[in-house]
T-cell receptor, first 110, second 113 residues
Framework: DAKTTQPPSMDCAEGRAANLPCNHSTISGNEYVYWYRQIHSQGPQYIIH?????ETNEMASLIITEDRKSSTLILPHATLRDTAVYYCIAGGDSNYQLIWGAGTKLIIKP | NAGVTQTPKFQVLKTGQSMTLQCAQDMNHNSMYWYRQDPGMGLRLIYY???????DKGEVPNGYNVSRLNKREFSLRLESAAPSQTSVYFCASSELYGYYGYTFGSGTRLTVV
């Protein structure tokens, strides 16, 4: 699995867009980029995933660069409830062993 | 739907004691996983079961055993607990290898003294 690199922490004002970057320069062509978040010490929650194209769902948007070496998770209108640790993971293609880094602690400020 | 249910939620063990963590999912998922999470760190895979009847080691299997009892249930056993196994344990399930994402339980907080 490709290793990902994320900033350890970020702040964002409530109501603004939160943009969380992730570098995955060694990602292989058949690996997806997955995003999860973990609120307090709860179990992680799946957010979104993508391969090449940008993706959007009810929670977030995922922007993947054309060379696939980095991506950005966008929470369009951050709320206090979005305060969490966000994990970016590269993996897939029948690989059951995802590698989880330490993630980015996102703090939404009033 | 309950999703993934883990029991117990909290447990304190003495060094050398044994215990089994239980996990059940009601989403008809084929694959199930056990992770541990130490403070300030990401999750590390202990064991996984790609489908009923199969189990495989993950990144940190030493000191643990697992049983895929049926499609719904996947248990994790600590035969002789050690302080280094103090951690939060998460069970998860997925279709395939997690293409559509994992669903996690709420965790078991285990302290070994």
């Amino acid at each position: 699995d490709a290793k990902t690199t994320q900033p350890p922490s970020m702040d964002c004002a409530e109501g603004r867009a939160a943009n969380l970057p992730c570098n995955h320069s060694t990602i292989s062509g058949n690996e997806y980029v997955y995003w999860y978040r973990q609120i307090h010490s709860q179990g992680p929650q799946y957010i979104i995933h993508g391969l090449k194209n940008n993706e959007t769902n009810e929670m977030a948007s995922l922007i993947i660069t054309e060379d696939r070496k980095s991506s950005t998770l966008i929470l369009p209108h951050a709320t206090l409830r979005d305060t969490a640790v966000y994990y970016c993971i590269a993996g897939g293609d029948s690989n059951y062993q995802l590698i989880w880094g330490a993630g980015t602690k996102l703090i939404i400020k009033p | 739907n309950a999703g993934v249910t883990q029991t117990p939620k909290f447990q304190v063990l003495k060094t050398g004691q044994s215990m089994t963590l239980q996990c059940a999912q009601d989403m008809n998922h084929n694959s199930m996983y056990w992770y541990r999470q130490d403070p300030g760190m990401g999750l590390r895979l202990i064991y996984y079961s790609a489908s009923e009847g199969t189990t495989d080691k993950g990144e940190v299997p030493n000191g643990y055993n697992v049983s895929r009892l049926n499609k719904r249930e996947f248990s994790l056993r600590l035969e002789s607990a050690a302080p280094s196994q103090t951690s939060v344990y998460f069970c998860a399930s997925s279709e395939l290898y997690g293409y559509y994402g994992y669903t996690f339980g709420s965790g078991t907080r285990l302290t070994v003294v």
